[in-house]
């Protein structure tokens, strides 16, 4: 597999990127909410470096439903939401892509009157976005290629890899 980003790149952006949202947020009681499933090792590392009053929720939404890349109906499962009414959100996800997913979720959270809104992805595809979207904090720009571990998936699968890598089977499949 093609390592794209070793685990010590991702460790040490991930640091640096939770020191930016710690002095941006101050001692602002804060509400990281994780897309459920690919943001799972990004929140876990994030939040232990936060030096801040943290809640800790997750949001349940796809647009990819199985394999690859067809995006489907984005649907949203309210129930695993906490209460974020008057709370200040970060929104945190493995990967912009189209940006379907997040500008989706972004725009059901305001409609629960949130005090604020920013979002975090750990990676953004060069050249893929269909809808604006420019998150608040982004890890690394990476090249419009198929990319599984640290959260990501390729059907369930690979999300426990420490580092992001090219899956090379399926990298003829986006264009
Ligand atoms: P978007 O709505 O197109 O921005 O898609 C975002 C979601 O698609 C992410 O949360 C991922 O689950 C998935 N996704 C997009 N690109 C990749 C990839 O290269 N590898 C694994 N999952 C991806
Ligand atoms: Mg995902």
Known sequence: MNILIS?????????????????????RPLTILGVLTGSLMFLADLVRHLDLPIRIGLVQASSYRGAATTPGELRIHPELLPDVRNRHVLLLDDILDTGRTLSRLAEHL??????????????????????PLEPDYQGFEIPNEFVVGYGLDYNDEYRHLPFVAVLPQIESTQD
Do not use: N
Not at 110 to 131: D, Y
């Open 7 to 27: 685990a010590e790149r991702i460790q040490e952006r991930v640091r640096t990127m939770a020191a930016e949202i710690s002095a941006d947020y101050r001692d």
């Open 110 to 131: 305001r409609s629960l009157e949130v005090a604020s809104l920013r979002i975090a992805v750990l990676c953004r595809k060069i050249g893929r976005q269909e809808v």
